[in-house]
């Protein structure tokens, strides 16, 4: 299973955006905590970061799911406090990140809270690789043509077998 979800990361087919991020480390030392560079991949559930971006094993991996993201300026006191963003979720660890440039930020964040609504909405992804299981040239769906010109005829008085519209006034030549 391991396996199968760092092959995922790397697929660039499931890749939604990656690049280079300094990743604050979770323990904090005496000078303070440290930013390191990681290569960051996020995934349509996943986000992995890596120690480069030529790394097979990921230094860290968690869901998306759930988590938020915002811009968190605070998180720095130098010139690169626009480009800092976090991911949150309650009862979780928050994960802090500083992108390149603060477009890269704002990207980023864009990216995970877009992936987010996509998750939270109830709808059934349309996988692209699927080919469409009719052809309108070979249609043999005839039954619900008629029954529907059947509705529409049943409306005009007129016969079901009927495909003329016959206009007031002018009466079909008998002879």
């Known amino acids: 299973l391991e396996e199968i979800a760092l092959r995922a990361a790397q697929d660039p087919g499931s890749v939604l955006k990656q690049g280079y991020l300094e990743k604050r480390s979770r323990d904090h030392s005496f000078f303070g905590s440290e930013w390191q560079k990681r ?42 406090r626009r480009c800092c963003f976090e991911l ?10 500083t992108a390149p440039s603060p477009a890269e930020a704002e ?33 043999s769906d005839s039954m619900t043509t008629t029954s529907h010109n059947t509705t529409l005829n049943q409306d005009d008085g007129m016969e079901e077998d009927d495909i003329y519209e016959v206009f007031p006034g002018k009466q079909p030549n008998n002879e």
């Open 39 to 80: 290569w960051c991949v996020l995934n349509r559930k996943t986000f992995y970061y890596y120690a480069n971006e030529k790394s097979k094993q990921p230094k860290g991996t968690f869901s998306i799911e759930q988590y938020s993201a915002r811009l968190a300026f605070h998180l720095r006191k130098d010139s690169r």
């Open 107 to 139: 990207d980023w964040v864009d990216q995970i809270q877009f992936l987010m609504k996509d998750l939270s909405s109830h709808t059934i992804p349309y996988d692209e690789d699927e080919e469409e299981l009719y052809n309108d040239v070979e249609s």
């Open 88 to 97: 949150t979720c309650p009862g979780k660890r928050t994960y802090e990140f």
